[in-house]
């Protein structure tokens, strides 16, 4: 209906008119009249728009070839520029993003590719502005959405993480170790200290293998020691005491 002179813009549009191939001022969202045959109008959609950026091999920094999908949001903000300034703005828009995806994982090793994807997208999404800006156009949000690595490359980073899965383990259990032997040594001062303490603690020993009733309990003949000798400081502990309350009743 524009050629009729009559022109409908919808709330998310914009139109752009030419008057015998001369620029004239752009029409708001509603019903627009116009010079019938003289007036012509293209309308501009101001909507985001999701544009996938397809799969490309990639060699990265240090020669992984891999293969890279993204994923790009931009929207016009221009409806002049974005029909005067280039002729196909979403086709432009798709190869100057596939060729920034791939020079800037190029410039990668694999490692930052894999741990700093969100520093990518965003050195991505730099570069897309300053050539869309022109163009009337903002790139909202790049994304890299998939990232394939060779088999070779997945077997060698399931065997490194293994390994240190692994190395992580030893180290634990090393300090375990090391924390154990602090307190053994700990333990070992006091019972050097105190003798009846490992008399005491081998009756403990005694009785918790006891509770299984199928044991059968040896005493070794230095186990023997022990009971003699304990029996002999509880005697000396015990005499001390009754001498202790004869000397108090005497007094």
């Known amino acids: ?24 001022p752009v029409r708001e969202p509603g019903i627009r009249f ?12 101001l909507r985001t728009v999701t544009m996938p950026i397809q799969s490309q091999q990639v060699i ?7 293969g890279v999908a993204a994923v790009a949001y931009f929207r016009r903000v221009d409806p002049v520029r974005s029909i005067v300034a280039i002729e196909n703005v979403q086709a432009a828009i798709s190869q100057i993003a596939q060729t920034t995806v791939r020079n800037v994982v190029g410039r990668s090793p694999l490692d930052r590719v894999l741990s700093e994807t969100e520093t990518l997208n965003e050195s991505i999404k ?20 998939d990232i394939e690595l060779p ?30 032997a602090d307190k053994l040594a700990e333990a070992a001062d006091v019972i050097a200290a105190h003798p009846v303490a490992l008399q005491l603690r081998s009756l403990q020993v005694l009785s918790e293998i006891a509770i299984e009733r199928n044991s059968t309990i040896v005493f070794p003949a230095q186990l023997m020691d022990s009971f003699r000798a304990l029996n002999s400081f509880v005697g000396r502990e ?9 000397f108090g009743a005497t007094g």
């Open 238 to 246: 015990s005499a001390e005491k009754r001498e202790e309350s004869l």
């Open 126 to 145: 730099e570069i897309l502005d300053v050539t869309t800006e022109r163009w009337g156009v903002l790139v909202e949000v790049v994304e890299l959405k």
């Open 34 to 45: 116009m010079i019938p045959f003289a007036d012509k109008m293209r309308k501009v959609s």
């Open 1 to 24: 209906m524009s050629n009729l002179g009559v022109a409908i813009v919808r709330q998310y549009e914009r139109g752009v008119v030419f008057r015998f191939g001369r620029l004239r």
């Open 151 to 180: 088999q070779s490359m997945q077997r060698a980073m399931a065997r490194e993480a293994e390994a240190e899965r692994e190395k992580r383990g030893k180290i634990i259990a090393a300090e375990g170790e090391a924390l154990s």
């Open 60 to 66: 990265t920094k240090d020669n992984v070839s891999i």
